[in-house]
Nanobody
Framework: QLQFVESGGGLVQPGGSLRLSCTAS????????MGWYRQAPGKQRELVAS???????NYADSVKGRFTISRANARNTVYLQMNSLKPEDTAVYYC??????????WGQGTQVTVSS
């Protein structure tokens, strides 16, 4: 019973930056992991970055060194700072949460387009 508010997507030129924000509400005290997945047209959804309740982070190899996931003091809010964006980063980005029982919840998605 989670709801998500996602923001920060948009159109940016290659080499530019965006910051995504996701705030969860509802049964937030059961959340163990939050992060973002992305899905490009014709491709499967893939993990971009995640952060656990204890602060451990995980990144896709393709974004390491360019993206940074962080958590606000309020544990139900996470950010994804995306730098040095490439056209291949173009996708719908979905906020994701996994609870302590490994059940997943998804946001509605926000479009990120990297193009000249």
């Amino acid at each position: 019973q989670l709801q998500f508010v996602e923001s920060g997507g948009g159109l940016v030129q290659p080499g530019g930056s965006l910051r995504l924000s996701c705030t969860a509400s509802g049964s937030i005290f059961s959340i163990y992991t939050m992060g973002w997945y992305r899905q490009a047209p014709g491709k499967q959804r893939e993990l971009v970055a995640s952060i656990t309740r204890g602060g451990s982070t995980n990144y896709a190899d393709s974004v390491k060194g360019r993206f940074t996931i962080s958590r606000a003091n309020a544990r139900n809010t996470v950010y994804l700072q995306m730098n040095s964006l490439k056209p291949e980063d173009t996708a719908v980005y979905y906020c994701h949460a996994e609870d302590i029982y490994r059940a997943a919840s998804w946001g509605q998605g926000t479009q990120v387009t990297v193009s000249s």
